[in-house]
Structures are given as structure tokens and as C-alpha cells.
């Protein structure tokens, strides 16, 4: 969520001191209206070495999405072109119908597919459908292919946050209250203001949708933060979950039992 251009605040982007501090990449370069996903990142991350963009420094990649970091260190399989009027077709039809509506046609085309997505996840059923009609193969044949990673594991340090659970659910609760106070309600507002549609990824943001209550004059205010708080605290279970199912040996476990832990010792290694 941090590619999208309006979400500064909300996805607790880089501030101002922190861009001073470091020259960042690939935060906030994408409009709200795009569906925007691994492969896309990936592609950035390429054009950015390409153009000389991480030479002569340690890049040092950071984020809670663990798909990301499975992508530079292993690859994305390459994945078929997909012409434009397949990917705008069924684009529209995910605005038009809804998740779930696809979700019962990728279950009858591919459900070995339809199995492993959630009914309410859009833009990866309409990704399957779309790469199931460009090739006539499943994603899960593309994504069984070996890819070519962008970082060499054996040449760099791959950390992990171990933070304890009530730590992080402090420091999520005062991050929250800290985002109202920033601006995050008069970035809802924005986004709300380009008139997108609300399956979009950018639209589904936490924050978003109960913010969005709030300036509706449905929810009061202290109920939208209760709501993102608890969301938040949510998604940083399915990530701790994820870290300590899917990442393997080579990630060192930092604890964090501090409210601000270093990781220059590791990261001067």
C-alpha cells in the first residue's frame, strides 16, 4: 500500500526527516487507481538497477509484505503477456460483479486454483482468470516455474522483527492515534474525492473504508480509530504468522523489546 501516491500518512510512509536521512525508492510513485502487484514491483525494482539507482550504496529493502522479500531472494516465475483486452475484460468484470461472483468461475475453470484464494481476494482471481485465458494454462503451472532472483542470498542479511505481541499491539494503538493527528482522515477524503471504486486495492487500505464511516457520518470518530487499530492488529498476525511459517534459515530473528531496536550491528556485517 505504500506505492500509492495519496496514502502518505496512512501507510506510514517515509516522513520528511526519514528522506532527508536516506534517498528512498518506489514509495508513493503509483496513482490509487492501479491494480498494482508483485510483478509489478519487481519490474520497478529491475528498472531501478538498470538506471544505476542502487550503485555505489547497500540497498537496503524493508517492509511487512513477505511475498516481496520471497521475490527478490527467489524470483517470480515469469508469467505469460497478457493482451490488454483480456486484462481490461476481466478488470471490469471484477469492478461490475464483484470478488465472489469470479471466485465461483475460477472454482468451475481451475479449482486447484480457487482453492488457495479467498473468495474476497479480487485482484488475484481476476489475475488467474486473466493468465487462464491468455495461456489456456493455471498460474499455478506459470508460478511452479523457477524464477531469477534480483538478490543473491548468499550477499545479503535477511532480518526479521521479533517483536513481543504486547509491544506491538502498544505501539499499533499509538501509531493510529498519531496518524489521525498527521492528516490520515484528510487523506481519506482525498482518495474518496477521485471517485474510484471501492474494490480497489488502494480503496481496501486499513484506515480507509473506517475513516471513510467516520466522514460519512455513520461511525463516530473514536470508533473508526477502534476499528483501524484492531484491524491493524489483525494484519500483524497473519504477518507474524507468515514470518514464522514461510521464511526460512537465512533470516536472522531480531527480537524487539525495545521501542526503537538498532540494526546497524547487523547491518555493518
Request: aromatic fraction near 6%; proline fraction near 6%.
Amino acid at each position: 500500500m505504500q506505492v500509492y501516491d495519496v496514502l502518505r500518512v496512512l501507510t506510514a510512509r517515509p516522513d520528511a526527516e526519514d528522506l532527508r536521512a536516506a534517498p528512498h525508492h518506489l514509495y508513493g510513485h503509483v496513482h490509487p487507481s492501479t491494480l498494482y502487484s508483485t510483478g509489478e514491483w519487481t519490474r520497478d525494482v529491475e528498472k531501478l538497477v538498470a538506471a544505476g539507482g542502487l550503485e555505489g550504496r547497500r540497498a537496503i529493502f524493508v517492509g511487512g509484505t513477505g511475498l516481496y522479500f520471497r521475490a527478490l531472494l527467489g524470483g517470480l516465475a515469469e508469467m505469460p503477456d497478457i493482451p490488454a483486452a483480456i486484462r481490461d475484460a476481466w478488470r471490469d468484470r471484477l469492478l461490475r460483479d464483484g470478488p465472489e461472483r469470479l471466485h465461483a468461475i475460477l472454482a468451475a475453470r481451475d479449482p486447484e486454483t480457487a482453492l488457495v484464494l479467498r473468495p474476497t481476494d479480487g485482484q488475484r482471481i481476476a489475475r488467474a482468470l486473466e493468465v487462464l485465458d491468455a495461456s489456456g494454462r493455471s498460474i499455478r503451472h506459470w508460478q511452479a516455474q523457477v524464477g531469477i532472483p534480483l538478490v543473491d542470498p548468499a550477499t545479503a542479511t535477511c532480518l526479521v522483527t521479533d517483536i513481543a505481541r504486547a509491544l506491538l499491539h502498544r505501539r499499533i494503538d499509538a501509531r493510529v492515534e498519531r496518524m489521525v493527528e498527521d492528516g490520515a482522515i484528510e487523506e481519506v477524503r482525498q482518495i474518496r474525492a477521485l471517485g474510484l471504486d471501492p474494490a480497489l486495492p488502494a480503496m481496501k487500505a486499513i484506515g480507509v473504508p473506517e475513516f471513510g464511516a467516520y466522514l460519512e457520518g455513520t461511525s463516530e470518530l473514536s470508533e473508526a480509530v477502534s476499528k483501524v487499530q484492531a484491524a491493524t492488529r489483525q494484519y500483524a498476525k497473519r504477518q507474524l504468522t507468515w514470518f514464522r511459517n514461510q521464511l526460512g534459515a537465512e533470516w536472522i530473528r531480531l527480537p524487539a523489546d525495545s521501542e526503537r531496536p538498532t540494526l546497524l550491528p547487523l547491518l555493518a556485517k
